[in-house]
């Protein structure tokens, strides 16, 4: 019977045992949104970068202008008083200029007409004999010259000469004689080829005036380009110097590389603000620039947007962990602190031990280091730990989230995609180059992008600011004088 009574007892027990629910109990996260404590994120610097532009124009154009404007009567003297001789000369034909050896080769063929006089008194009281004969003849004055640079931007230029005659030399006629002179001439010639060298550098240096087209490349290339509309996205150069490497003359062409050292970047969401500086700077000679382009610029992904990019990862998943350990976000950002990221997670977890389910709500708080991985061409992050509140509260409440491997798997998901966008970057410069070719009716500019690669990451107020390199080549074409 005691038996019986105890049996039923049991039984009764293990009744009631089945017919409770389940001990729960939920424990919510009153965390705090970290402030940073830590110093301040590093000051962005912007990215000294030198574009480096080949400039060159054909002699061909030269030539062009010089036989347009450098025409008819060149040089006139007609006072003989002051030394017994006057002279006219005009260009009787085209200019003719070849560039080989660093030189430029001129051939001006000219006619000349000399009049001479001379005056003969035999005594003081004797009258004076006056004769004067002209004559007319013409030759081709050969030039080669040297180009240099001078500090304030103007091509100086060193010319030596000689002559060679033309169809006609000059004679005298005695009635139906006529005397060569030629022989006498020559040494004449000779001594005035100085006058003429002379007024040819004048000719070329008011002719090819290079500070203009680098003044109107210097102030241009201020002006903010758009590279894309979607993202009202545009790019911002800032120059601060100029350097120029030797002119150099070959292959009918003179040619040389500007190096202007400049702040490069890229604004999304409107056109930045700038005001133009129009003033060049000191030009400096360096015969060392390369021919490459590596442009600095900069890229930023704005934490809204980072946040946007979260929530489309994270919102409404679930982690799974060993035994019935899970933990599902509800709502995901993410904000700088110091030089780290601090990743916000609304979290709904939960975790079973026996008959007992415990849960926990509220937000947790991540610190991780930002760093560009190149394989996978996005900002991703490492060394993910809660931050120190969010950690205590979690040792104190739901350790078994502290210890399992929820970080790892949250680090091994953030990912802030940059190859497509880098891509794209690129082909709107390239399209960019393309289409604002012409930066003045006389200067072409073109140009294209070959590479973009990740340099560093700063975290400002703002944004994920990435500093990339570009690498190309532009080339400047003048092709009006």
């Not at 002719?207 to 758009?226: E, F, G, L, M, S």
């Not at 930023?300 to 489309?312: F, G, R, V």
């Not at 708080?365 to 993910?384: C, H, M, N, W």
């Amino acid at each position: 019977m005691k038996r019986f009574i105890h049996s039923a007892c049991f039984s009764l027990l293990i009744g009631a045992a089945f017919s409770l629910p389940a001990c729960k109990s939920t424990t919510s996260l009153n965390t705090a949104a970290p402030v940073s404590q830590a110093a301040p994120a590093p000051a962005f610097e912007r990215k000294l970068s030198t574009i480096n532009v080949p400039v060159s124009f054909k002699v061909a154009t030269l030539q062009s202008k010089l036989n347009q404007e450098f025409k008819g009567l060149l040089y006139n003297d007609e006072n003989l008083n002051d030394d017994n001789v006057a002279v006219k000369v005009w260009k009787k034909g085209d200019v003719g200029i070849r560039a080989e050896n660093n030189k430029i080769y001129f051939t001006i063929p000219l006619h000349i007409w000399v009049k001479g006089q001379y005056k003969w008194k035999a005594c003081d009281i004797c009258p004076t004999l006056e004769k004067s004969e002209s004559t007319e003849f013409d030759f081709t004055a050969k030039s080669e010259t040297a180009l240099a640079f001078t500090e304030d931007y103007k091509i100086k230029t060193t010319t030596v000469g000689d002559f060679a005659w033309g169809d006609t030399k000059p004679v005298i006629e005695l009635g139906p004689m006529k005397i060569g002179l030629a022989r006498f001439v020559e040494p004449a010639l000779r001594s005035q080829l100085g006058e003429i060298t002379k007024m040819l550098d004048q000719e070329i240096q008011a002719r090819v005036n290079i500070k203009q087209y680098i003044q109107q490349a210097w102030v241009q290339v201020q002006q903010p380009i758009k590279i894309d509309d979607t993202y009202d996205a545009w790019l911002k150069i800032t120059p601060t110097a100029i350097r120029v490497s030797p002119l150099v003359a070959r292959n009918g062409e003179i040619s040389m590389r500007i190096g202007m050292n400049s702040f490069i970047e890229t604004f999304t969401n409107g056109k930045p603000v700038f005001k133009a500086n129009p003033t060049l700077p000191k030009l400096v000679t360096d015969s060392r620039i390369p021919d490459d382009v590596q442009i600095g610029l900069s890229g930023e992904i704005s934490y809204d947007y980072a946040t946007k990019l979260l929530k489309d990862q994270f919102a409404g998943k679930t982690f799974k962990f060993e035994g019935s350990d899970e933990v599902t976000i509800k709502d995901a950002a993410i904000t700088p602190s110091g030089d780290k990221l601090i990743v916000m997670l609304d979290v709904d977890g939960k975790t079973k031990a026996g008959f007992i389910t415990k849960k926990i709500k509220g937000k947790v708080f991540l610190q991780a280091v930002p760093y560009y991985d190149a394989e996978t061409g996005s900002i991703k992050v490492r060394d993910v730990d809660y931050n120190l509140e969010t950690r205590d509260k979690l040792l104190s409440s739901a350790s078994w989230l502290a210890k399992n491997k929820f970080r790892t798997m949250i680090q091994d998901q953030i990912n802030f995609p940059l190859k497509s966008q880098l891509e794209d970057t690129k082909k709107q410069i390239q399209k960019a180059l393309n289409e604002q070719g012409r930066v003045h009716e006389s200067v072409m500019l073109r140009g294209k992008v070959t590479d973009i690669v990740p340099d560093n990451i700063y975290l400002t107020p703002t944004a994920i600011k990435a500093i990339v390199n570009a690498k190309g080549n532009l080339t400047i074409s003048i092709d009006k004088l």
